[in-house]
């Protein structure tokens, strides 16, 4: 079973459009992670939470908004899509401690026409 | 420019052969991690190194730290063609607001 999910894992999309991607970890970790990976593979905290509260909320534009239902789930919806936006997505979530051992999804491509 | 630097950006070696990643970084750390992505996918977390720590063995790998250099190197031994990857460093900076940063990593590309 995947540790951690996330769909779509392609998600090809209008500048303009909402959007949404979902993540899920069944491995009973108490905080998840967003993280944007450019085309130059630098990857960059979005937000984090824990128990569904959110800890890290980096600059990004308020556009993007995750939701947090349960401590297994931390979906991320983005707003009026712009091209900038195109880039992989990773969801994340680690255990006891944050920010150790982050397990990671295979990523969203999100293209941004 | 960022915390945690790999150097080289592009590795690319014969099998068998050993390969050497070095990460760099500025500030005060908690500790250091290497991950491994392969192309396509989700880094895959390898090995945590602690700041109290100098050397660290997972398998193949050997983690070194050098808190006086902010410096780390990643080795692997032995190479395999499914070794090729990206190899990336983060930092868990001292009294940050618990951030983990990481570098754009090294591209390693093993030779069979």
């Known amino acids: 079973d995947t540790a951690v999910s996330q769909t779509p894992k392609y998600l090809v999309t209008q500048m303009g459009n909402d959007k949404s991607i979902k993540c899920e970890q069944n491995?009973?970790?108490?905080?998840m992670y967003w993280y944007k990976q450019d085309s130059k593979k630098f990857l960059k905290i979005m937000f984090s939470?824990?128990?569904?509260?959110?800890?890290i909320n980096e600059t990004v534009p308020n556009r993007f908004s995750p939701k947090s239902p349960d401590k297994a789930h931390l979906n991320l919806h983005i707003n009026s899509l712009e091209l900038g936006d195109s880039a992989v997505y990773f969801c994340?979530?680690?255990?006891?401690?944050?920010?150790?051992?982050?397990?990671f999804g295979s990523g969203t491509q999100l293209s941004v026409l | 420019s960022q915390q945690g630097e790999e150097d080289p950006q592009a590795l690319s070696i014969q099998e068998g052969e050993n390969a050497t990643m070095n990460c760099s970084y500025k500030t005060s750390i908690n500790n250091l991690q290497w991950y491994r992505q392969n192309s396509g996918r989700g880094l895959v977390h390898l090995i945590l190194i602690r700041s109290n720590e100098r050397e660290k063995h997972s398998g193949r790998l050997r983690v070194t730290l050098d808190t006086s250099k902010k410096s780390s190197s990643l080795l692997i031994t032995a190479s395999r063609a499914a070794d090729t990857a990206s190899y990336f460093c983060a930092t868990d900076e001292h009294g940050s607001a618990r951030q983990l940063t990481f570098g754009s990593g090294t591209q390693l590309t093993v030779l069979p």
């Open positions: 939470y824990n128990n569904k509260e959110l800890i």
């Open positions: 491995l009973g970790h108490d905080t």
């Open positions: 994340a979530s680690s255990g006891r401690v944050i920010n150790e051992k982050l397990f």
